[in-house]
């Protein structure tokens, strides 16, 4: 998000210690970041967070993907819950497709990296599970 007539990226994305910015919008001429279509891929775009919609069509070496607490491991299964998204768009789908979208969301981040793919959740649960998978 651009805060300011600084015209600069905010740390919206906070995780304990640790925040970035999302990606520029489109056309929001940021000083030193490029628009969000070039984030991935332009000089001060790499310490910006891509969505899905500016990651998709991309592959990488590595791809970094965090998993926020719209998508949880619940016990034996993966838990969609609406109430944490951020993702208007996909908010406004219906109780049957909503899941869908978000499962269809992390698969397409989890699959951009060519190498392979850093995983982290902020949900506790989830970050247990994803252990236990590596380990």
């Not at 279509?37 to 998709?56: K, P, R, S, V």
């Not at 996909?90 to 979208?101: I, T």
Request: aromatic share 14%.
């Amino acid at each position: 998000m651009v805060r300011g007539d600084d015209r600069r990226l905010v740390h919206d994305v906070r995780i304990e210690g640790w925040s970035r910015p999302w990606n520029a919008f489109p056309g929001s001429r940021v000083p030193g970041a490029p628009d969000s279509y070039y984030w991935a891929f332009e000089e001060g775009g790499m310490d910006q967070i891509g969505c899905i919609y500016t990651a998709q069509g991309f592959e990488y070496d590595w791809a970094g993907v965090i998993f926020g607490d719209d998508f949880v491991r619940r016990g034996d299964r993966w838990v969609a819950r609406r109430e944490h998204s951020y993702d208007a768009e996909v908010k406004k789908a219906d109780d049957a497709r909503f899941p869908e979208l978000i499962r269809n969301t992390y698969k397409v981040l989890l699959t951009r990296g060519m190498r392979g793919a850093c995983v982290y959740s902020t949900d506790e649960e989830t970050r247990s599970f994803l252990e236990q998978m590596t380990a």
